[in-house]
């Protein structure tokens, strides 16, 4: 059986704004990468709503576009959200 | 707890089921299939915000509920809470869950929540051809096996699968799923049961829903028991919560995750088929930052063609000019003199006033034709998903207002009808954001009909007037718009929205809805433009109207710099813009204004409220205060402007 998203379920990380792990918005459009963590900043309704599309922390997304917003695709949905959240998302590159 | 024990199977007698599932997966065509019954259905997220009924037409005494979409529990939004509702209050005999196949994590996430209610239930994976296209090969029979329930794979807008999801429905069954969660978690379900009170789902479950901090279940829970008793609710959540370091609803979603990676990997497999092909690339490029844009313009250009100069232009003169103003009119205005011999009467219908010479007749012959092309154009837009991606190419503009991207939908129906757009606010997160966009559709967003007029009107001065003309209110739109974001309490909402893949639009799909929009127009609108027409001509026939124009002449003359005979058509314009504009029109072509009288009056009349219609329809939704603020400030806003721009031009010499 072939993992296409290679999802691990791991416990998000929530990372403090003194430590600055890659972030989503650092990704150019055509790159994937797994999430490891939200910032603690996100607001947590815009967190549990990420986490409900699907992002979550072990998932692989891929980047479409960053500008004008950040338009990614984690399973076969298409997001898009203001770069400001996509900065809060901390991601490493795969 | 007994009396909590679910249904097991559907039962003759008891007979509601309810239609569940992540937005945009099709749940409104299935109803459709089930009942026959037409609700809007469209290719974005958020179509459905109230719940929809109807009877089952293959399945006895069943009624089928179809609500609101719900990505997750616990439910965030407003119209997610209306699912959680219809769950906690009404008994279901059965849930039937609509899931998008291609997206099987999502959708089996939900599965695996409904399941643990321990209700019947069936899923249908629908939207199997996006799936194949993008190749997916799912096992259905894997995932029957594994929660206990069918599967039934199923592609709703063919109608394909639906014999076999009825046959499945007949026979559903409560599966016995039982996921087992961290310790801290399992200590706090054992002793919230024991406090919680009876409901149409498992107690386990509601506990679950109570521990993940539900909004609309901790209100319903609270109106069903007692302070005490929720307060130590409350205590024994946020216990578990410190004792585990974290809220109880992350331990309990990485459990579900858990669980659904690992089923979801025993039942998709992924062949190297490639999903690309023509409307995947253009659904990128029309949110790409610069071929988004042409794509745009390509979009309203169309708009234009079709609303502005077929249905406008065309349908307009065939139905206003030959029909009515031809034919239908002069027959029946001698039909009523010849009939009716008190002329007080006769007046009433078909006098300069008449519920038939200004109501049905502008209702039927001038707005009818635009409303209806411009109907069948947005039908297609919504079919086709392409309208959420205009929140993306227009979110920094918004932004600028105090606003996200997704305004940009009531803005484009307002070019249309301002009143329907209005409606269409709901889609907004908040009652901010609602109340800010309605403020701008009701001041600077001219509707098809008015549009028409002063761009015929500018076409007969010059480019530079179009230029003024469009730079004031679109300048004002603006600075309205980053006035009012500051001023009224709130904060913005971000933009985040879901694009669904473009698709070509369903012919069948696109007319139903135009004619369910053509019949809301006819029983919502046409009455309130009616009974604007009988307010005119009561204060006609009580010479106040005389009156209200000879007012009016100070400020028209003095303040505007206009002819007084101008008066007569603002007074109109109160009624609808789009007559004034006709008003201002006829003297621009009796040679009675100057280029800058022209630009000056159509500005002015572009910043009235739209139409009475208009102003009842935000009474309606946001209530008699807000929308008599809206007129305190509109109209004599208007006037300013208007003069500002009458002595701006003076000063420059333009137009004079």
């Known amino acids: ?94 | 707890m007994e009396c909590c024990a679910p249904t097991q199977t559907i039962s003759t007698t008891l007979n509601n089921i309810a239609l569940i599932g992540n937005p945009n997966v099709g749940k409104s065509v299935l109803f459709h299939r089930l009942t026959g019954h037409y609700v809007n259905v469209s290719n974005y997220p958020g179509t459905t915000v109230e719940l929809a009924q109807g009877t089952a037409r293959f399945l006895p005494n069943v009624n089928i509920v179809d609500t609101p979409g719900i990505i997750a529990f616990p439910s965030r939004t407003e119209d997610e809470q209306v699912t959680t509702r219809v769950l906690l209050n009404r008994a279901m005999s059965a849930i039937l869950q609509v899931g998008d196949a291609k997206n099987l994590r999502r959708t089996l996430f939900l599965t695996v929540e409904i399941a643990e209610m321990g209700m019947p239930q069936v899923l249908a994976l629908n939207m199997m051809d996006e799936a194949r296209s993008h190749g997916l090969i799912l096992d259905h029979a894997q995932l029957a096996k594994r929660i206990g329930i069918q599967v039934v794979p199923t592609i709703a807008t063919r109608g394909e699968g639906m014999q076999e999801l009825i046959f499945a429905l007949q026979g559903a069954q409560a599966p016995a799923l039982h996921l087992t969660y961290p310790d801290a978690v399992e200590a706090a379900l054992s002793a919230v049961e024991a406090l919680l009170p009876c409901s149409p789902i498992n107690p386990r479950a509601l506990g679950l829903l109570w521990l993940s901090a539900d909004r609309a279940g901790e209100q319903w829970i609270r109106d069903q028991i007692g302070t005490p008793d929720y307060q130590k609710l409350i205590d024994i959540r946020d216990e578990a919560a410190r004792k585990s370091g974290k809220p109880c609803g992350e331990l309990i979603q990485q459990t579900r995750l858990a669980f659904v990676e690992e089923l979801a990997g025993s039942a998709l497999q992924k062949t190297e088929k490639s999903s690309a092909h023509f409307l995947n690339w253009l659904g990128r490029m029309s949110t790409h930052p610069v071929w988004g844009l042409p794509i745009l313009v390509t979009v309203l250009f169309g708009l234009y063609e079709f609303v502005g100069v077929f249905g406008a232009g065309t349908l307009v003169g065939l139905v206003e000019n030959d029909l009515f103003g031809g034919i239908i009119n002069p027959w029946f205005t001698g039909l009523v003199q010849r009939l009716i011999p008190i002329p007080l009467i006769a007046d009433f219908f078909v006098g300069q006033y008449g519920i038939w010479t200004i109501g049905v007749t502008y209702a039927a012959a001038l707005l009818l034709p635009i409303v209806f092309t411009f109907f069948i154009a947005f039908g297609i837009l919504e079919d086709s998903g392409y309208l959420p991606r205009l929140s993306v190419l227009s979110n920094r503009i918004f932004q600028k207002m105090g606003l996200n991207g997704k305004a940009v939908l009531p803005m484009i129906l307002g070019l249309g009808c301002v009143t329907m757009a209005t409606m269409t606010t709901r889609i907004l997160e908040n009652k901010r954001d609602r109340l800010l966009v309605i403020l701008l559709l009701a001041l600077a967003v001219p509707c098809s009909a008015q549009l028409g007029v002063v761009l015929g009107m500018l076409a007969g001065v010059s480019l530079g007037a179009a230029l003024i003309w469009s730079g004031v209110v679109l300048g004002i739109l603006m600075l309205v718009g980053w006035l009012a974001a500051r001023l009224i309490p709130g904060e913005r909402a971000p933009l985040m929205v879901e694009l669904p893949p473009l698709r070509l639009p369903v012919f069948s799909n696109v007319l139903m809805k135009t004619l369910a929009r053509l019949e809301w127009y006819v029983k919502e609108a046409v009455p309130l433009f009616l009974f604007g027409t009988v307010l005119l001509f009561l204060l006609d026939k009580t010479n106040v109207l005389p009156l209200i124009i000879r007012a009016g002449e100070p400020l028209v003359s003095g303040w505007l710099g206009l002819p007084p005979q101008t008066s007569s058509a603002f007074l109109l314009g109160f009624l609808r813009r789009d007559f004034a504009a006709t008003g201002l029109f006829a003297m621009q072509t009796q040679g009675l204004l100057s280029p800058a009288q022209v630009v000056v009056s159509i500005v002015t009349i572009t910043l009235f409220i739209p139409c009475i219609a208009s102003l009842f329809m935000i009474v309606k939704e946001r209530g008699a205060k807000t929308a008599t603020a809206m007129a305190v400030f509109i109209f004599p806003f208007a006037f300013l402007v208007g003069g500002l721009l009458h002595r701006v031009l003076l000063f420059v010499g333009w137009g004079a």
């Not at chain 1, 459009?29 to 992002?55: C, H, N, S, W």
């Not at chain 1, 997304?61 to 900065?87: D, G, K, S």
Request: hydrophobic share 45%; net charge positive; with cysteine.
């Open chain 1, 1 to 94: 059986m072939l993992n296409l998203w290679n999802k691990t379920t791991q416990p998000a990380q929530t990372w403090s704004p003194a430590y600055r792990p890659a972030r989503l918005s650092d990704l150019a459009p055509g790159k994937r990468a797994a999430i490891t963590g939200f910032d603690e900043r996100l607001a947590v309704t815009q967190k549990e709503l990420l986490q409900a599309y699907g992002m979550h922390a072990g998932c692989t997304v891929l980047v479409i576009q960053q500008r004008p917003v950040t338009v990614i695709q984690v399973e076969h949905t298409e997001l898009a959200f203001e770069t400001e959240i996509a900065r809060l998302v901390c991601i490493q590159a795969v």
